[in-house]
């Protein structure tokens, strides 16, 4: 089966400090594709950055940045220089292959705290 | 600006009843999903579609339906709502073509069932 795992239920860090969300997981597919999600408490899903399994290089988007180890089977999510506004859910996802269609599984989300 | 619309933010049901939840996009994808979003268990897929009257079930389609009849609009129905339906729902869609996870989603409904 095909899943994505985060251990940090909650997760706190002070403002202007860099911080990393964990992420390892699963699958057989030697293509996949691996993303995060932003979740304020507003509620809408808001997509942060984006690795392919062929990708040569770590994905950066801004103060994003994604460590993908894919021995390890991890791709862990890097803030740098936290801000208030970062405080939020984030969700680690893979996309898998299901009856020849494609489609996202989540992890359980991480909610991270930027400390003032 | 790209829209993905779901028609109600709260909604409040009796055991038994009838639910339809309805998703707008206006981004003329192919591809558009259902999810359920509970504490602790992150989102789970439980429907999605590809083309207009096509659906497969995602992990968890138990005590649900869909029903996609223009392409623009995808529905999920609880035929016989029960309490352990209450949670929040989101609608989401892509487009065929593009790298799948750029997912545009809705706001999200937040149904609950007494």
């Known amino acids: 089966a095909q899943k994505i795992t985060q251990t940090q239920p909650g997760m706190f860090v002070q403002e202007k400090e860099a911080v990393t969300l964990d992420c390892t997981y699963d699958t057989s597919d030697p293509s996949y594709g691996l993303f995060w999600y932003k979740q304020p408490s507003s509620g809408e899903m808001i997509f942060l950055i984006y690795?392919?399994?062929?990708?040569?290089q770590n994905a950066t988007e801004g103060r994003y940045s994604l460590n993908f180890q894919k021995a390890r089977k991890s791709a862990n999510l890097v803030i740098s220089a936290s801000q208030l506004g970062d405080s939020a859910m984030y969700f680690c996802?893979?996309?898998?292959?299901?009856?020849?269609?494609?489609?996202?599984?989540f992890g359980k989300g991480t909610k991270l705290t930027v400390n003032p | 600006d790209v829209k993905v619309t779901q028609s109600s933010r709260y909604l409040v049901k009796r055991t038994g009843e009838k639910v339809f939840l309805e998703c707008v996009q206006d981004m003329d994808h192919e591809n558009m999903f259902w999810y359920r979003q509970d504490p602790g268990l992150g989102l789970r897929l439980i429907y999605f579609?590809?083309?207009?009257?096509?659906?497969e079930k995602g992990d968890i389609p138990e005590g649900y339906s869909v029903s996609r009849e223009k392409k623009e609009r995808f529905s999920l129905i609880l035929e016989s709502a029960s309490t352990n339906q209450t949670s929040m729902y989101l609608c989401a869609s892509h487009t065929s073509g593009d790298r799948l996870g750029e997912l545009f989603f809705g706001e999200g409904s937040r149904l609950t069932v007494l």
């Open positions: 579609s590809y083309d207009v009257k096509m659906k």
């Open positions: 690795q392919g399994s062929y990708d040569q």
């Open positions: 996802a893979m996309r898998r292959l299901q009856g020849g269609s494609e489609k996202l599984v």
